[in-house]
């Protein structure tokens, strides 16, 4: 069938209407050109109340009218703009989308072609804007990862606005209140504003009716897992919380009655995730009082503690993720250019059975984001203030310039910082700081007497496997800085500080004793033993670390007419100076000046020296992210391009 043919049977047909008259603007469209069908729903707009309306197309449209403006929820064909002069609408001033599923907004592009702004969830913007990128890199064969992203766009749009989780989206006199409510999609929001005087939840697909979900294949995530019914569950009592009037989801009926709809849908879902894993849900997780000073709560993955004072304020040591599911879930999902999702957890819970008025300071052990992927949030949301160990501050205020383990894609300012052995006192108690390298290089062990305990937050560094031999468990991970004395380094630290207790970074408290960390030293004596026996003589430590020779920072952002002041760090291992020559490897246009640097390097050190990056004007950069090396020499010896960096290219959607 040609186009006229097929024009001809859909205007017999009747299917076509006024739609064509899009595709007769002079101005190209911004979107590269798709092929649609002309289906369309059948219906008109429903009012719901003087100025809400529901319009029945591939998802539930909602329009909240002002004068003669509206905003969109969700936009399924685009149909509903032919229907709106009949509600005396001539201006659509957004579509605010709850995720990022075809049915929700297959017809964007119309809205683009309009010069209508949408905006999205921030933590699915990658689905809309980069569309063709995410069908580029998804991965069919070998298919372990079952989450439902393939109901994804088949082409980019173009993106106006991210909408934040927290964050309040105001038009004209309307706020709606951007609620996290992972489920049946992991970017998922609900929107919350009030309507007519009435509050509404623009909820998306996170429930049908009471007691029902609209799909169970959508909440798959990993292979067999009922990850979103987990995340829904949790979702819904953070939405019950708030206390809407009605809820309008984006398939089934406007549910009037959404306290016990609500209700009866989490507990639907809670009755199948026990069926379905044997376990309760997340929302089912609560912190426990260790001793009556020291709250912990471990079920949140990486265990997190809040010191309470008597004066009502909290000093926390990390604060993670809502549970395993919600970093597990997340973490995967996360885009190259996002940072992972955080969904608040325990903080009412603190308040309200443990007299907590404040989070007064929040600590890392370490810079892992399992770790402290709450932080910005406390920092936002409850004016928290941000100590750590010295050697953890860049990377926290600027995590671009590393490529270690677990980084927090998103800055945060630290207001106080602590050498090796500093001591505070922070309302009753005191604290004493010290570097507690192995698991990381960036890690701290930091010493407090809680209620006749001698606590001992340890993060990552040790933890109790419950083993019948009486040695902590370590880990080793060498992307994230480790050298062959790090852990000997740190059990030492611990036996000189003789705590009566750790608090791991992962599981509960758990008593230690000398006998304990003294067979720990001698097990990771045995493990040095390892590192020097397997790696070349002299060469242990460069064996060990993928880093020793880096460019900062790590994740260079720039655009085409800039130009990038970077620095080559050299870490030298060896009891004697090191010679080093250094040369970029770069796209031919870009330059470097010095092209070669040369110096030496100190005994037992690490040094660095500068070189200036400049992108032409005008270059056309055939990627958002380009990779560039450095070739080495070491004392004459030519080692290669034995290290490297991104460039992330500004301009494109996601930068
Ligand atoms: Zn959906
Ligand atoms: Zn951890
Ligand atoms: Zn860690």
Not at 174 to 198: C, E, M, N, Q, R
Request: a neutral charge; proline letters at 6%; hydrophobic letters at 40%.
């Amino acid at each position: 069938m040609d186009n006229s043919t097929r024009r001809q049977f859909l205007e017999s047909a009747g299917a076509l209407g006024a739609a064509p008259a899009a595709a007769q603007q002079k101005t190209p469209p911004a979107q590269p050109a798709v092929k649609v069908t002309a289906l369309a729903p059948a219906g008109k707009p429903r009012k719901l109340s003087e100025n809400l309306y529901l319009f029945e197309d591939t998802c539930n449209v909602y329009v909240i009218k002002d004068g003669a403006s509206c905003v969109l929820i969700d936009f399924g064909s685009g149909k509903i703009l032919d229907q709106l002069r009949g509600l005396g609408i001539t201006q659509v001033d957004y579509v605010l989308h709850t995720h990022h599923h075809r049915d929700q907004c297959q017809g964007d592009r119309k809205a683009v072609e309009r010069n209508i702004p949408i905006a999205v969830p921030a933590h699915e913007k990658h689905l809309f804007a980069e569309a063709e990128n995410f069908w580029r890199n998804r991965r069919i064969f070998h298919l372990y990862y079952m989450r439902n992203d393939f109901y994804t766009l088949t082409k980019n749009v173009k993106v106006s606005k991210v909408l934040a989780d927290y964050s309040t989206f105001r038009w004209k006199k309307t706020d709606f209140f951007v609620l996290p409510t992972p489920g049946h999609t992991l970017g998922s929001i609900t929107l919350l504003a009030t309507v007519d005087g009435k509050k509404v939840a623009f909820s998306g697909d996170l429930m049908y009716a009471a007691g029902k979900i609209q799909t169970l294949h959508d909440t798959q995530v990993n292979y067999g897992g009922s990850e979103g019914i987990d995340l829904g569950i949790y979702s819904l009592s953070r939405l019950r919380e708030l206390k809407p009037a009605l809820v309008c989801p984006s398939h089934g009926q406007p549910i009037p009655n959404p306290e016990v709809a609500i209700t009866q849908t989490a507990d639907s879902l809670t009755a199948y995730y026990k069926f379905q894993t044997g376990n309760a849900s997340s929302e089912a997780n609560r912190p426990y009082a260790v001793s009556p000073h020291l709250v912990a709560h471990y079920q949140t993955t990486s265990s997190f503690y809040a010191i309470m004072s008597d004066s009502g304020k909290a000093l926390f040591i990390d604060y993670g993720a809502a549970s395993a599911v919600h970093f597990g879930s997340f973490e995967r999902a996360t885009a190259v250019t996002d940072r992972i999702r955080f969904v608040e957890h325990s903080i009412d819970e603190l308040k309200r059975s443990y007299g907590m008025k404040s989070v007064d300071v929040v600590m890392p052990s370490h810079m892992h984001d399992d770790h402290l992927n709450g932080f910005p949030h406390l920092i936002r949301h409850y004016g928290a203030k941000v100590w750590c160990y010295e050697n953890m501050v860049d990377v926290l205020e600027n995590p671009r310039g590393y490529n270690l383990g677990c980084i927090l894609a998103e800055p945060f300012k630290v207001s106080r910082s602590f050498r090796h052995k500093e001591t505070f006192k922070w309302e009753e108690f005191e604290f004493e700081v010290t570097h507690s390298p192995g698991h990381t290089e960036y890690q701290m062990a930091l010493f407090a007497t809680i209620d006749g305990n001698r606590v001992a937050f340890t993060g990552d560094a040790f933890f109790d496997a419950g083993r019948k031999d009486g040695i902590l468990r370590h880990n080793l991970i060498f992307r994230n800085h480790v050298e062959n004395d790090s852990h000997v380094k740190s059990i030492r630290n611990l036996i000189e500080h003789s705590p009566t207790l750790i608090a791991p970074g992962h599981g509960r408290p758990y008593p230690v004793d000398k006998s304990m960390m003294a067979a720990t030293e001698q097990h990771l004596l045995g493990q040095q033993k390892f590192f020097f026996d397997l790696l070349p003589e002299g060469e242990t430590d460069f064996g060990m670390d993928p880093s020793w020779v880096r460019i900062y920072p790590y994740e260079i952002l720039m655009a085409p007419g800039e130009r990038k002041l970077l620095q080559i760090h050299v870490r030298n291992y060896k009891p004697e100076p090191m010679k080093i020559e250094v040369g970029l490897v770069v796209p031919a246009e870009w330059t470097v000046e010095p092209e070669v640097v040369k110096f030496e390097v100190p005994p037992k050190v690490e040094s660095h020296r500068s070189v200036i990056l400049r992108v032409p004007p005008g270059w056309a950069a055939p990627s958002p992210r380009v990779a560039i090396a450095a070739d080495v020499v070491r004392d004459g010896k030519h080692l290669g391009e034995i290290t490297e960096a991104v460039v992330d290219m500004k301009g494109w959607p996601s930068y």
